[in-house]
């Protein structure tokens, strides 16, 4: 679990550092540059539209463990909205929850009782 925690952390900083060092650069116009790619059918727009459907998923199973409840739908917004660094930060929280369980932290404490 160590492990799994210095790379969620890690990727977190990555991910973190090459975000805020994109947008002072390129400002924060994502959805424009994002859905254009999309649209002009290039290989960027077919990397995007891949990642956009990792995203979905990312969201929907964070809905999901929490049994579509409020706060786990504002948390699957949150998912879609964030990536990596919602995920990463989601899942290091979880494992410290679970003490490392991982059935917990995939399942939720309610599925993994089961």
Same mark, same amino acid.
């Given at each position: 679990? #160590? &492990? /799994? ?6 990727? $977190? ?8 060092? +994109? =947008? ?33 998923? #990312? &969201? /929907? ?6 049994? $579509? ?8 917004? +949150? =998912? ?35």
């Amino acid at each position: 679990m #160590s &492990a /799994l925690r210095l790379f969620l952390g890690l990727l $977190f900083g990555v991910i973190t550092v090459y975000t805020v060092a +994109v =947008a002072v650069e390129h400002g924060l116009g994502l959805f424009p540059i994002f859905f254009g790619d999309i649209a002009e059918m290039t290989w960027n727009g077919q990397f995007n539209l891949d990642f956009l459907g990792f995203l979905i998923l #990312s &969201a /929907l199973w964070v809905a999901w463990r929490n049994g $579509f409840s409020a706060g786990g739908l504002l948390l699957a917004v +949150v =998912a879609l909205f964030f990536g990596v660094p919602f995920l990463t930060l989601y899942l290091f929280i979880l494992s410290q929850q679970t003490n490392g369980d991982v059935k917990r932290m995939l399942l939720g404490d309610q599925r993994a009782a089961a």
